[in-house]
């Protein structure tokens, strides 16, 4: 290794980023270092900006100013199929299968669209997609249609889409909500294989036992706003955070 870990450069790095909607300031001058390797949580509030800051960072929506730089290099604004062949994959909160396709057919539209080098032929592409289903437990689905898989498998579905691009960072945005405990059990089994296997992780998620259990650094935002970073248990003890989310979520 070239670089000792003090040295290396954040992997992602997001520096004063608003985005605007009309008149809405949904993400407000937001600032956030991800390094490589770590699992880092992003709770608050419903419309705090999670997923916007998550839209914003994948090239689904453009900030209106601010910058994101990803492996030293700037992507803000790029679209997000770019973002994504340079190995940043994201799920979305609203998960969104094409559902007329199969399961195998969804994930190999990961594959397609990856990171480089990417499969030249559907066969390699297939190979891909097939073992990703595998480690998302859903090999015996690869046949079925998107639109007939349950919740939990379709939210499985979204993540192993993205582990086909074989990519270096994945935004998770809520792939817990709405699972029973077996099924978040499952989920967070997997979460950690792809933790295992070199992968770095935002997720925004709101089962805090979860984000405690899993993640080695927690941000917190309210109101489009960064109100606390830090490792977990500061975080969650934080006065701040407990009014603006915690008094919330246990009222
Ligand atoms: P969170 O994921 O933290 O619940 P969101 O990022 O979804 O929050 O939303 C932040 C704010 O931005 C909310 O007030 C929401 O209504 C608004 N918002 C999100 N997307 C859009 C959009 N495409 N157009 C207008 N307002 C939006
Ligand atoms: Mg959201």
Same mark, same amino acid.
């Not at 839209?55 to 492996?71: D, H, M, R």
């Not at 990519?167 to 997997?190: C, F, H, K, W």
């Given at each position: 290794?070239?670089?000792?870990?003090?040295?290396?450069? &954040?992997?992602?790095?997001?520096?004063?980023?608003?985005?605007?909607?009309?008149?809405?300031?949904?993400?407000?001058?937001?600032?956030?270092?991800?390094?490589?390797?770590e699992?880092?949580g992003?709770?608050?509030p419903?419309g705090?900006?999670?997923?916007?800051?998550?839209?914003?960072?994948?090239?689904?929506?453009?900030?209106?100013?601010?910058?994101v730089?990803?492996?030293?290099?700037?992507?803000?604004?790029?679209?997000?199929?770019?973002?994504?062949?340079r190995?940043?994959?994201?799920?979305?909160?609203?998960?969104?299968?094409?559902?007329?396709?199969?399961?195998?057919?969804?994930?190999?539209?990961?594959?397609?669209?990856?990171?480089? &080098?990417?499969?030249?032929?559907?066969?390699?592409?297939?190979?891909?997609? @097939?073992?990703?289903?595998?480690?998302?437990?859903?090999?015996?689905?690869?046949?079925?249609?998107?639109?007939? @898989?349950?919740?939990?498998?379709r939210?499985?579905l979204?993540?192993?889409?993205a582990?086909?691009?074989?990519?270096?960072?994945?935004?998770?945005?809520?792939? @817990?909500?709405?699972?029973?405990?077996?099924?978040?059990?499952?989920?967070?089994?997997l979460?950690?294989?792809?933790?295992?296997?070199?992968?770095?992780?935002?997720?925004?998620?709101?089962?805090?036992?979860?984000?405690?259990?899993?993640?080695?650094?927690?941000?917190?935002?309210?109101?489009?706003?960064k109100?606390?970073?830090?490792?977990?248990?500061?975080?969650?003890?934080?006065?701040?955070?407990?009014?603006a989310?915690?008094?919330?979520?246990?009222?």
């Amino acid at each position: 290794m070239a670089e000792s870990a003090g040295d290396a450069a &954040p992997l992602l790095s997001i520096r004063g980023l608003t985005k605007r909607f009309g008149g809405l300031v949904a993400v407000s001058d937001v600032s956030l270092e991800v390094s490589a390797g770590e699992i880092v949580g992003l709770i608050g509030p419903n419309g705090a900006g999670k997923s916007t800051l998550f839209k914003v960072i994948a090239g689904i929506e453009a900030p209106t100013s601010g910058s994101v730089i990803f492996e030293s290099k700037p992507i803000g604004g790029m679209r997000a199929d770019r973002v994504c062949r340079r190995g940043l994959a994201s799920t979305h909160q609203i998960v969104r299968p094409f559902p007329h396709m199969s399961v195998l057919e969804n994930a190999m539209v990961g594959a397609f669209f990856g990171r480089e &080098p990417r499969p030249h032929s559907t066969h390699a592409a297939r190979e891909i997609a @097939l073992e990703v289903l595998g480690a998302c437990g859903l090999a015996e689905r690869a046949y079925s249609p998107a639109h007939s @898989l349950t919740l939990a498998r379709r939210k499985r579905l979204e993540i192993a889409r993205a582990l086909a691009t074989s990519p270096v960072i994945v935004l998770l945005d809520e792939v @817990l909500a709405g699972l029973n405990p077996t099924e978040t059990d499952r989920t967070l089994e997997l979460v950690r294989s792809i933790v295992a296997g070199g992968i770095t992780i935002v997720m925004v998620e709101h089962n805090l036992r979860a984000v405690r259990g899993l993640c080695s650094r927690i941000a917190v935002m309210a109101q489009g706003r960064k109100i606390a970073d830090g490792d977990p248990a500061s975080v969650l003890a934080d006065q701040n955070v407990v009014d603006a989310y915690l008094g919330t979520v246990h009222a």
